[in-house]
């Protein structure tokens, strides 16, 4: 982050921002903590300092690199802090173990796919996660949602075919 009165760096919206990177941030930071309200807290955190250093004039130039960055350092100095990793171990070593690139593009297909689920009808997504992410038969399904089989059918094909429309991608990550 630098500070500059340069017109190379563009002012931050700052409601943009947390709009796109909230969810990948948080998605992102659950894979170093392992636990979502630690992960939301260190992602509030951090967008939180970044607010605060954006509004005293520091600008960036990458926000996404600058914002995966300060999200893994402080996750790693909360595992330091939970003893979760041993002060003798160097971060690079444990870096090795958790490929960031792929992390990083794992967690905004993760918040795609979870916006395109998000967007779903009530009924349609309800359905959709009692059976693809709970792993609940259709019959069971029906049952917790006092519909019929042919319902609980019908609701899954719309939501496939809206998460299939909605990112190809997406749709391969989820079932394939």
């Given at each position: 982050m630098i500070k500059s009165e340069s017109t190379k760096f563009e002012r931050i919206d700052l409601d943009s921002i947390f709009r796109r990177y909230y969810r990948p941030l948080c998605l992102y930071?659950?894979?170093?903590?392992?636990?979502?309200?630690?992960a939301e807290d260190v992602v509030q955190d951090c967008l939180t300092e970044f607010l605060e250093r954006s509004e005293k004039g520091y600008l960036v130039s990458d926000v996404k690199s600058y914002l995966y960055i300060m999200?893994?350092?402080r996750c790693f100095l909360v595992l330091k802090k939970e003893s979760l990793i041993d002060r003798n171990r160097?971060?690079?070593?444990?870096?090795?173990?958790?490929?960031?690139?792929?992390?990083?593009?794992?967690?905004?297909?993760?918040?795609?796919?979870?916006?395109?689920?998000?967007?779903l009808s009530d009924r349609c997504r309800e359905a959709f996660l009692l059976c693809k992410r709970d792993g609940l038969k259709y019959e069971e399904a029906a049952d917790k949602l006092g519909i019929s089989v042919n319902t609980v059918k019908n609701q899954i094909s719309k939501a496939l075919k809206a998460i299939k429309g909605e990112s190809l991608k997406i749709y391969f990550f989820f079932f394939g």
């Open positions: 930071a659950l894979h170093y903590l392992h636990i979502a309200e630690d999200v893994r350092n160097f971060i690079s070593e444990f870096e090795e173990t958790l490929i960031d690139t792929e992390y990083k593009e794992q967690s905004f297909m993760e918040a795609r796919m979870w916006t395109a689920i998000d967007s």
